[in-house]
């Protein structure tokens, strides 16, 4: 095995990427970040009827748009001589068998087994077929299925990064079925064969692969290669339980446009399941550096879109101008950037408070003392200067001249300035109204 540190990210391009795919891929980026290491991405697409190109195109702009960019891009459909090449070895070996039970006698064994209380483990019995009943089979038009034979005379044991030490016995488990008959391959083998050829180190994956990976570890051994350290993940739920069907199909793209920033995603999903607090303001780089497996629980990780939101907000309201210049409207600058920033829980409602500064604004209908308040203000606003921090200079000469302090100081006049009796500061959005069009505003 090479020393350095490989992961990779192996998705079906059978859909898009979901929260759960997501997590999978930002823990593999760190976990080869953290070590200076190699991020691989694996298309898994040996079922050419269920992979679609149109997936593995939103795969590449999903990850891209998250900032975690592969070293190398693997295809399995481009590989299939070199998962030849390993079957024939391990037919050689014998570790590969011929079988044709259909799908309807297998269930049937099933139940038998089942029904005298025992495990419903394949019997083997094809093991038992002489090269004359296999050349009967062909005769017939019957192509074989090929299941791995394990050796029931190694137990198997890994310790896992997340779930500790791991043993399975193989006498309690069925060979599994690797090719079917039409010659095309199930998920399991290529997969080895791959981790193999690709020198990865480390497979960080699901929980539900605990079991692949009970049989996968004497594929490795089988095919005589070093086994890599397995760590599986406890799946992600919803915070009522289950992950909903909603949160469940979150796709990175409706997230993008539901306003969710990658930052937020990475932040989030860097830490979840573990115990250690979500910070906003760790950047990606940071992240990996704290990254540890062994910080992962084994109960399942709540996602929560309240706590995404949350976390969104806090990760927008640190964004540099320069890193959402492009999605601002027409003529918001920086310093209108930074006034706004931290109202905002999506970057899009900076249009809606850059049109408070533009205007027009419709302000409410005010009484008539108030009325005369703003005029008092408006005669004021016209006189100060206002290069240095117009609403502080107006604010104190109001009070000085009204009495008014508190809301009724400062209430009237953010109405009449911004139609809203809420938002940015307004020590930071006053100037960019500007003296003019505040004068107006006011009277
Ligand atoms: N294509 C497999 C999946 O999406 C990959 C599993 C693995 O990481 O080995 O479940």
Redesign the pocket.
């Known amino acids: 095995m090479s020393s350095t540190v490989t992961t990779r990210f192996?998705?079906?391009p059978t859909g898009t990427l979901h929260v759960g795919n997501i997590r999978t891929a930002l823990h593999n980026w760190l976990l080869a970040k953290k070590s200076g290491g190699r991020f691989l991405l694996r298309i898994?697409d040996t079922d050419g009827a269920r992979s679609r190109e149109e997936h593995v195109e939103a795969i590449r702009d999903d990850l891209a748009w998250l900032g975690l960019h592969p070293e190398r891009e693997e295809r399995q459909s481009a590989r299939f001589a070199i998962y030849e090449a390993a079957f024939e070895t391990l037919v050689a070996a014998g570790r590969l068998y011929r079988c044709y039970e259909t799908a309807q006698e297998l269930e049937l064994k099933r139940k038998v087994l089942l029904g005298r209380g025992l495990p419903p483990i394949y019997d083997r019995s094809a093991l038992t077929l002489s090269e004359t009943d296999h050349a009967a089979k062909a005769a017939a038009g019957e192509a074989p299925h090929w299941r791995f034979l394990l050796d029931h005379d190694a137990p198997i044991k890994w310790v896992d990064g997340i779930r500790g030490p791991q043993h399975f016995d193989p006498r309690q488990m069925s060979d599994p079925v690797v090719r079917r008959a039409d010659g095309s391959w199930l998920?399991m083998l290529p997969?080895v064969i791959d981790d193999i050829a690709m020198g990865v180190t480390d497979?960080l994956?699901g929980e539900d692969?605990v079991s692949n990976t009970a049989t996968q570890v004497q594929m490795f051994i089988a095919l005589g290669a070093p086994v890599p350290r397995f760590a599986h993940e406890a799946l992600l739920t919803g915070a009522e339980g289950k992950l909903s069907k909603r949160l469940g199909s979150l796709g990175v793209a409706e997230l993008r446009e539901s306003g969710i920033e990658p930052e937020a995603l990475i932040a989030l999903l860097a830490r979840l399941g573990t115990s250690d607090p979500v910070d906003a303001d760790l950047e990606a780089d940071a992240l990996a550096a704290s990254f540890d497996l062994g910080r992962f629980g084994r109960a399942p990780a709540r996602f929560d879109d309240a706590e995404l939101a949350r976390v969104n907000a806090a990760v927008i309201h640190r964004l540099p101008f320069a890193h959402v210049r492009v999605r601002l409207p027409e003529g918001m600058g920086e310093a209108a950037w930074e006034a706004i920033r931290p109202n905002l829980s999506k970057v899009a409602e900076a249009a809606d408070w850059w049109r408070v500064v533009t205007g027009p604004v419709a302000a409410p209908a005010f009484d008539a003392e108030t009325r005369a308040y703003l005029d008092q203000a408006a005669v004021a606003a016209a006189t100060l200067d206002w290069d240095i921090d117009p609403w502080s200079a107006l604010t104190a000469a109001l009070k000085d001249a009204t009495g008014r302090k508190g809301k009724a100081l400062f209430l009237p006049l953010r109405q009449a300035l911004t139609g809203m009796d809420h938002g940015p500061d307004m020590k930071a959005l006053l100037p960019l109204i500007g003296k003019d069009e505040a004068v107006r505003r006011l009277g």
Request: glycine share 0%; net charge neutral.
């Open positions: 192996a998705p079906s898994d998920y997969s497979v994956r692969h």
